[in-house]
């Protein structure tokens, strides 16, 4: 399966859930994003999926080699971003529900 596929898995899977915005129901910064109560959570950017996670779970991953912390080409990655790597184990599902839930803490 594809990265664009699974994306787009996630956003079947997530949509029609309460507060949840699929991507394209927004323009600017994002578009491509799933968005709970306005926030981002989980978007697909140059073929990755970008995650909004706690910093010491980006450290964890950073580290055990499923990712890189996200640049929005501004040349600063982003401390509570992860840039999964396409070749990580990670399950997408499981990831996107955890940064859901770090977004609705915050």
Known sequence: MSPEEKFEDLVDE???????????ATGGFGRGALRADG?????????????KLPKARV????EGGHGVRFDANKGTPMKEWLALAADS????PALAKEALGFIRTK
């Open 89 to 92: 184990p990670q399950p997408w």
């Open 39 to 51: 926030r981002i959570f989980a978007m697909f950017v140059r073929g990755q999926l970008v995650l």
């Open 14 to 24: 997530f949509t029609g859930q309460p507060g949840i915005t699929p991507p394209g």
């Open 59 to 62: 450290d964890e991953l950073v």
